[in-house]
């Protein structure tokens, strides 16, 4: 699986953007879908997370109610769409897919293909 992260860019703070995530290759609809952040200066985080079927939905707590995962198997595409910014969201973003299981959805080793990042850069 081949994985391109897109959609990032600068937003003031409260603002909205839609994160992207195109997969090609081995079957999409066979992967959950999770998206990780790392700021500078930290470590990766994990953000959110889908199941292959779309069904079930996981999300850190500094992003719920504010975030929203999903994902188009027809398109072979997962989105995150964040809304209510605040600058502490600024990192760049990453895309990962995980064969099959929502199982260790938070560790970062488990997955199995990363994108390459796009940054969000949320101004005060």
């Known amino acids: 699986v081949q994985l391109q992260a897109s959609g990032g860019g600068l937003v003031q703070a409260g603002g909205s953007l839609r994160l992207s995530c195109q997969a090609s290759?081995?079957?999409?609809?066979?992967?959950?879908m999770g998206w990780f952040r790392q700021a500078p200066g930290s470590e990766r985080e994990f953000v959110a997370v889908?199941?292959?079927?779309?069904?079930?939905?996981i999300y850190a707590d500094s992003v719920k109610g504010r975030f929203t995962i999903s994902r188009d198997n027809a398109k072979n595409t997962a989105y995150l769409q964040m809304n209510s910014l605040k600058p502490e969201d600024t990192a760049v973003y990453y895309c990962?897919?995980?064969?099959?299981?929502?199982?260790?959805?938070?560790?970062?080793?488990?997955?199995?293909?990363w994108g390459q990042g796009t940054l969000v850069t949320v101004s005060s």
């Open positions: 889908i199941s292959w079927s779309g069904g079930s939905t």
């Open positions: 290759g081995r079957t999409f609809s066979s992967y959950c």
């Open positions: 990962a897919a995980k064969y099959l299981t929502i199982t260790d959805y938070d560790v970062d080793r488990m997955y199995d293909y």
